[in-house]
């Protein structure tokens, strides 16, 4: 059986298109993860930038939360408990309403033994806030142990 001029053609262009739509599908895929690997590394530099500054006000204020709360982030911060400061940031990550409830991330820190009167020690900590669904996922971006000596103050 001959084949026509025409009809080797037309399977020539058929396996062209499939290897062009495959290259095309591959492409999409990376500039989909390159774009997922980008807005993880923003998160990473902003968060190590929120806690190496919670770290200084952790330190200048020998990890007085109620202290940090007031001088520092007064209208976006909230002390939950004794131990735990949450600082809350919104989408360009700049400080925002202590409601939080509308608020991408978030950082905390946490004191590890809040009435030791020698030394201080925490956990500073950046969350991430997902919304998938219906339901709040958060996932930890970046966190910090800090230790800072109290003065003895007579």
């Known amino acids: 059986m001959k084949h026509s001029k025409s009809g080797l053609f037309l399977m020539e262009m058929i396996v062209c298109l499939l290897f062009f739509a495959l290259s095309a599908a ?5 500039f989909a993860k390159s774009h997922s690997i980008s807005n993880t590394a923003i998160n990473e530099n902003h968060a190590v930038i929120a806690v190496s500054n919670l770290a200084e006000c952790y330190y200048s204020e020998f990890g007085d939360l109620n202290s940090i ?4 982030f ?3 911060s909230e002390v939950i408990g004794d131990d735990t400061l949450r600082v809350y940031y ?3 990550f700049q400080p925002a309403d202590k409601s939080g409830e509308s608020c991408p991330y978030y950082s905390e820190i946490h004191l590890l033994d809040p009435e030791n009167a020698t030394f201080r ?3 500073i900590s950046f969350f991430s806030r997902e919304e998938k669904g219906g339901t709040v996922t958060t996932v930890p971006v970046y966190s910090l142990d800090v230790t800072v000596n109290i003065p003895n103050r007579k």
């Open 26 to 30: 591959v492409c999409a895929q990376m």
């Open 74 to 76: 007064d209208k976006n």
């Open 121 to 123: 020690e925490g956990v």
């Open 90 to 92: 919104d989408e360009a």
């Open 69 to 72: 709360s007031g001088k520092f």
